[in-house]
């Protein structure tokens, strides 16, 4: 496995259910049994009602475009290399907006409403990164 | 709610005006504003009641400027949500006098962002200076390579997408403010620039090229601000706080529709405090961190309707002499942008209702309304808006 130069993430309590289903190639999310509201990003609270009545679901891994920029210049190490990259907002099928990356597709393809689907790449040992491809 | 309304005026002023500045400290920047600006008002040291600043570095937190000034003030104020701060200490300022806590604060800034080499709007999570990423949300978004251009650039694609806006309308905002630094000796740039300069810039973060973006800077500044009492006695006319509002925007738990901004919350209570309407305001000084920023700000304080900003930019509108002038000193796009840019905001805003420029084409005529609006942080992730109202008599 090549050494990841990107930032990694700090996994605490209320977050590292996340990073495990990451690590076993599941996207999960969370949904309030109190206001059935979903969220995102994780909290150890539901952000809508207060409560704590919060359940991790699986999601379907489908969302579409929902913004994104092509990045010409960052020069945080791991990212200074890889110009251009699209960073998008991608909004899931249930409905929560989540900031990630459309990869394995030209940047110039991605448009706003592109459907498209979670893919997982192995950071290291600890840490595997959810991003979105164009659906097949 | 109390009356707000002319309980409080800025008296003083003082912009320093190194652009580049690196055999200097921020905390020096910021007291030899702090002293200038206390001349401008014909007060002293021993006047200051309330110390407000905000910085992205503890270093030149209330504390440590209150030791560098050896002062000891019985009202500190650090209130930090980005660019947009000042705006925020000065509506805290409005509350504090009227209360009868304090008579008398100043609100400063510094930063040496430029000769300290910061990439405000490149740096991706490097801009923070630390390393490890807090597990939420920088560690949901941080490992996606983020800038602050980038977080803007989002937002300007969405707005592009829902309602037509073109890259030709953006430029607009970045032509009428280089226009204003031409007339303005201390600014960055002063050279006048065209939308096609403008549309044929490199691409930073699409759509954004790099003449949509604002400079970066060395700089600070000071403001006075006092009671009514107070204010009577001072060497210059006083500029009333009329109305203030503050709001933030963020992305709701991952529901909310983030084309929408702060200053859609922020402008109503400063509209109904001052007891004024858009038609009343002679200048608008509004944070232009991006040209997308000015445009998705005037749309959502209501001087035209949601998709409108990019006809309204265009056309002159918002040069001197048009409908309604806006960042009359070259802005942050031209002028000046030392990491956070919102008490420029009110400097110029006083300059402007002061009518420090009669007889220059810099002057916004009959000036005797003006509003400023400071965004802070990102569109596209989490942000603040804060509105002021100002005035003379």
Redesign the interface.
Same mark, same amino acid.
């Given at each position: 496995m090549p050494e990841w130069n990107?930032? %990694?993430?700090? @996994?605490?309590g &209320?977050?590292r259910p996340y990073w495990e289903s990451c690590r076993r190639g599941e996207l999960v999310i969370q949904r309030c049994d109190s206001c059935h &509201? *979903? +969220? #995102? *990003?994780?909290?150890g609270i539901c952000?809508?009602c207060w409560s704590n009545d919060i359940k991790w679901v699986k999601a379907s891994g489908k969302g579409t475009v929902?913004? *994104? =920029?092509? =990045? *010409? +210049?960052?020069?945080? +190490? !791991? #990212?200074a290399q890889?110009v251009p990259?699209v %960073?998008? %907002?991608v909004e899931l099928a249930e !409905?929560?907006?989540?900031? =990630?990356?459309i990869v394995e597709c030209n940047p110039q393809d991605v448009k @706003?409403g592109l459907p498209v689907e979670v893919t997982f790449v192995q950071a290291n040992n600890q840490v595997t990164?959810p991003y979105f491809k164009p659906s097949a | 709610m109390v009356d707000l309304r002319n309980a409080a005026a800025i008296v003083g002023i003082h912009e320093h005006v190194t652009r580049y500045a690196p055999d200097k400290s921020e905390l020096q920047i910021q007291g030899e504003s702090v002293i200038k600006a206390l001349e401008d008002a014909g007060l002293t040291k021993n006047d200051v009641e309330g110390l407000f600043t905000a910085s992205s570095s503890i270093r030149n937190s209330g504390l440590n400027l209150a030791d560098y000034l050896n002062m000891y003030p019985k009202y500190v104020d650090n209130t930090t949500v980005g660019g947009g701060s000042f705006e925020f200490h000065l509506s805290h300022a409005l509350t504090a006098i009227a209360a009868g806590r304090i008579n008398c604060a100043v609100i400063t800034y510094s930063s040496l962002a430029r000769s300290g080499g910061v990439s405000v709007g490149t740096g991706g999570v490097g801009r923070y200076g630390h390393p490890r990423l807090d597990p939420s949300p920088d560690s949901f978004e941080e490992i996606y390579g983020l800038t602050t251009v980038g977080l803007y650039a989002m937002i300007a694609q969405r707005h592009m997408h829902l309602f037509g806006t073109t890259s030709e309308q953006l430029a607009e905002v970045a032509v009428a403010t280089r226009k204003h630094a031409s007339m303005n000796p201390e600014a960055l740039f002063r050279t006048p620039i065209t939308v096609a300069d403008v549309v044929n810039a490199r691409v930073i973060s699409s759509p954004l090229h790099l003449l949509d973006c604002c400079v970066i800077t060395d700089g600070g500044g000071a403001v006075v601000v006092a009671s009514p009492e107070v204010a009577r006695n001072c060497r210059q006319t006083p500029v009333w706080v009329l109305g203030a509002g503050e709001a933030v925007a963020h992305q709701g738990a991952g529901q909310r529709d983030l084309i929408y901004i702060a200053a859609k919350q922020s402008h109503q209570p400063a509209f109904e405090m001052a007891g004024v309407t858009h038609k009343d305001i002679d200048m608008a000084m509004i944070y232009d961190s991006f040209t997308i920023t000015v445009v998705e700000t005037l749309e959502d304080l209501g001087f035209c309707e949601k998709g409108e900003g990019g006809q309204f930019v265009s056309g002159g509108r918002i040069q001197i002499g048009g409908e309604l002038p806006i960042n009359t000193d070259g802005g942050g796009l031209s002028s000046n942008h030392p990491g956070m840019r919102g008490i420029f905001l009110l400097l110029e805003a006083t300059r402007q209702l002061r009518h420090q420029f009669e007889g220059t084409p810099r002057q916004v005529p009959n000036c005797r309304l003006a509003l400023c609006h400071g965004t802070g942080g990102a569109l596209g992730s989490r942000h603040s808006g804060g509105t002021v109202i100002l005035g003379r008599d």
């Open positions: 990107k930032p %990694l993430p700090s @996994i605490v &209320e977050t &509201e *979903y +969220q #995102f *990003y994780p909290r952000a809508n929902w913004t *994104y =920029t092509v =990045t *010409y +210049q960052n020069r945080t +190490q !791991g #990212f890889d990259y %960073l998008a %907002l !409905g929560v907006k989540m900031f =990630t990356n @706003i990164v | -």
